[in-house]
């Protein structure tokens, strides 16, 4: 099952209350949202696009609450492109880094305003996670976990500015809106135009 069409029939079993009272609810990524652009076939992607805007739609109806991503970036072997087996490859993508901007533009054309994202993106997973008294607020007393971003500004992925180790992405050439300036965790500055700080000021997490 290609994974935006696993996504959805995630949705439709909880809109039928298969999840009904289970926590771990289901998991709909990023990528979901954000990825067709790759498959060659045009009947693959426009399937794809097809199961892609219903759940932007349930996004909408507040049918899934929240949107997260995980990090599985991968080396070029590993995605077996020399035999084009996507079978055995690894499933990972490495988007972490455009993770906001790739959200924002999908997003803005569909209606949702800046509030929308940092509900979804922010907020949500915050409170599952039982991180909302510290996470996703800038009220004094919290984390200080800020990103600083110019919302208009276009830019284009390329392969220069992906920071990750390997430089994989579907996205290469993808036109995006939100530019991230600068990245701020526990209010010390960890990214800025480029530049990263020596030692990550990052900490493990546990929640009782």
């Known amino acids: ?106 997003a803005k054309k569909r209606g949702f305003s800046l509030q929308d994202v940092v509900m979804l993106l922010c907020q949500k997973p915050a409170e599952l996670s039982s991180l909302a008294s510290r996470k996703a607020s800038l009220l004094p007393g919290y984390d200080a976990d800020i990103v600083i971003w110019d919302p208009d500004k276009e830019f284009e992925i390329t392969e220069e500015c992906v920071h990750h180790k390997n430089k994989l992405t579907p996205y290469l050439g993808c036109k995006l809106h939100g530019e991230v300036i600068a990245t701020i965790v526990a209010g010390k500055m960890t990214y800025i135009k480029g530049q990263f700080a020596r030692e990550p000021p990052g900490q493990l997490l546990f929640v009782k």
Request: positive net charge.
């Open 1 to 106: 099952m290609r994974p935006q069409t696993s996504a959805l029939h995630h949705t439709q079993r909880c809109w039928r209350k298969e999840y009904r009272g289970n926590p771990e609810g289901f998991r709909v990524f990023m990528r979901h949202f954000c990825h067709t652009r790759k498959f060659h076939r045009k009947s693959i992607r426009e399937h794809l696009e097809h199961v892609q805007e219903k759940l932007w739609r349930a996004l909408k109806e507040a049918r899934i609450d929240m949107v997260v991503s995980d990090h599985s970036p991968c080396t070029v072997d590993l995605k077996k492109l020399g035999t084009g087996n996507f079978l055995e490859a690894w499933g990972g993508i490495a988007s972490l880094q455009f993770g906001l901007p790739l959200f924002w533009t999908s």
